[in-house]
């Protein structure tokens, strides 16, 4: 499997065309004629989309798309497996792997050109009972094993395919009820067995996955993780420590997950350039704005205006530093959301459950629009870092 870049279309779209549409509520349509968030993006940045291949790809027919797939083909160049490629998912126990609704993604892509965010390696969430239940139990040197072997086998598998992993995603914890920022050395079944020395066993996960994969590039990944804070305050000193000691570390990856119940950290642009003067790539990895609704469900006029601006805020973080590659929605439309699931908020992403696009959407692409002319790098080459 080999994902070339498809160009799409690029027409030029005023704000005033912009709004006329967002104002007609017109369905998303996969028209070829339409621009499209990818299409319209520096060619230096991929825009992307989280999917769950197992619920949505698996009866995927090029010639025969649903809506859903369609838009999803049409308007990304990158994907995220949002559980795919998850301990839970891929490795159910210990000699079985189940890579159906990871190639389904991967299979998708190579169809529409998009290329494949790898989500992810080592997490406290999301892992098998056989892990959850062994990780107290093992010694550092097993808990190393199951990690080298699980490692190899999946970035192995996907060679040459991901651009980009996820391999250490939400190391750090932020719970001051939990002892404030820390590394997540209880939760995580692998840290805890190597509790003596984490920082070893993060930085040969980054090896193990650079020797499977030279090509891909290896992130950090975190929420509350945006802004210059307590918490990437510690990132930053952990990635030092990690580049110190030769760990191929390439990218810092803010989630974006934001609530309009909270403000929004201006100082999101400066974060991504310090870790980008280290050397680093950075990314918006998972991004999407909740709110709470009223009794009808609904959100306010105001509350859809300032969702606009809040996704448009971690764009231009991303599209002001040269050094960030790549800008993910987690789930592009509201009847796939995680959210409400989760919180008693809503309304989180850039289309409705009937596709409609919002103006979130909208001031997205007039944003990619106007970044660069006909999609030109942000940085000439030579100059980027
Ligand atoms: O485990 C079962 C699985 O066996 C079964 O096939 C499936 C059927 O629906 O349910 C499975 O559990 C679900 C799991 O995803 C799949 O692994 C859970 O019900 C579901 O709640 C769970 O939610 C995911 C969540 O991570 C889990 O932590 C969300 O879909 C996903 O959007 C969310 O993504 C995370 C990122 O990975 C990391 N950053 C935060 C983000 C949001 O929480």
Known sequence: ????????????????????????????????????????????????????????????????????????????????????????????????????????IMEFAEANGQEVRGHTLLWHSQNPDWVNEAGGAWTCQEARDVLED???????????????????????????DEGGVKLRTEANPFLKACSEDPVALIGDVFRWAHEADPEAVLFLNDYNAEGINAKTDAYYDLAQELLADGAPLHGFGAQGHLSLMYGFDDSMQANFERFADLGLKVAVTEADVRMPLDENGDPTEEQIALQAERYDGMLQACLNVPACTSFTVWGFDDARSWVPGVFDEGYATIMTEEFEKKPAYFTLLESLTDATPGRSPRTPPGLNK
């Open 1 to 104: 499997m080999s994902h070339s870049r498809t160009k799409i279309g690029v027409a030029a779209v005023s704000a005033a065309s912009v709004a006329a549409v967002a104002l007609a509520g017109v369905a998303a349509q996969a028209d070829p004629k339409e621009p499209t968030l990818g299409g319209e993006a520096p060619i230096d940045l991929k825009i992307g989309s989280a999917v769950w291949g197992q619920n949505e790809l698996l009866d995927y027919d090029p010639d025969d798309p649903n809506e859903f797939q369609s838009i999803l083909g049409s308007e990304f160049n990158s994907l995220t497996p949002e559980n795919d490629m998850k301990w839970s998912e891929l490795h159910p126990e210990p000699d079985v792997y189940d890579f159906s609704g990871a190639d389904a």
């Open 150 to 176: 699980h490692v190899a086998t999946v970035v192995g598998r996907y060679a040459g395919e991901i651009y980009e992993w996820d391999v250490a995603n939400e190391l750090i914890q932020d719970d001051w």
